[in-house]
Structures are given as structure tokens and as C-alpha cells.
């Protein structure tokens, strides 16, 4: 088993383990995540959340 680590899973970590994980078998390589945080939020969508939230109809 090859072991691939990656250092922070913000936006270049996540982006490019979702390629890698599609093209190297889960068989053959074990990839592992370090980040200091549980989740990434995709930073450019804060800007079109405020444009484009609304409040609910009532
Ligand atoms: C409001 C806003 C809007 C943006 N809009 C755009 C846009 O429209 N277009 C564009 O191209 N870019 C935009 N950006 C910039 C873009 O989001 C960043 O350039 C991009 O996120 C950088 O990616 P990164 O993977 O290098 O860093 P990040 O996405 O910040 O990821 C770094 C990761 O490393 C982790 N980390 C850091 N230090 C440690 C540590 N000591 N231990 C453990 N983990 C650690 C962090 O928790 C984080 O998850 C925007 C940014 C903001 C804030």
C-alpha cells in the first residue's frame, strides 16, 4: 500500500484529492488529509450567497 499525504484541505487540498482519489485505486494508495479544521467552507461562494440569498416567502 503507497501512503500520499496532503497538508491542509482547504481549496487546492480538497480539489486535488477529489482528482487523485478518481484515479489512483483505493487498492494500491491510502490518502490521508491533515487540517487543522472538520470542514471546508469554498470561500469564493460567500460572495454569491450575498448577492443572491433572499429571505424565505412567508
Ligand atoms: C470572501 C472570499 C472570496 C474569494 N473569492 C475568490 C474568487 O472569486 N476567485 C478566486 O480565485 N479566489 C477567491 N478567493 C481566494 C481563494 O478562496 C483562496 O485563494 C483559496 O482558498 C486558497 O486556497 P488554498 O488551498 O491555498 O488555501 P485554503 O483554502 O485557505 O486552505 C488552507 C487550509 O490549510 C489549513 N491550515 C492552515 N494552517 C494550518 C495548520 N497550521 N495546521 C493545520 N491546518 C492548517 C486551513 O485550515 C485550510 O483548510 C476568495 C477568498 C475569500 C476569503
Same mark, same amino acid.
Not at 49 to 58: I, K, L, Q, S, V
Given at each position: 500500500?503507497? &501512503? @500520499? @499525504?496532503? @497538508?491542509?484541505?482547504?481549496? /487546492?487540498? *480538497?480539489?486535488?484529492?477529489?482528482? @487523485? &482519489?478518481?484515479?489512483?485505486? /483505493?487498492?494500491?494508495?491510502?490518502? *490521508?488529509?491533515? $487540517?487543522?479544521? $472538520?470542514?471546508?467552507?469554498?470561500?469564493?461562494?460567500?460572495?454569491v450567497?450575498?448577492? *443572491?440569498?433572499?429571505?424565505?416567502? /412567508?
Open positions: 500500500m503507497r &501512503r @500520499l @499525504l496532503v @497538508l491542509g484541505g482547504g481549496t /487546492a487540498g *480538497t480539489m486535488i484529492v477529489n482528482k @487523485l &482519489r478518481r484515479r489512483l485505486p /483505493a487498492r494500491e494508495w491510502d490518502i *490521508t488529509v491533515v $487540517d487543522r479544521d $472538520d470542514e471546508h467552507r469554498y470561500q469564493p461562494g460567500y460572495q450567497d450575498g448577492r *443572491t440569498c433572499r429571505p424565505a416567502e /412567508a
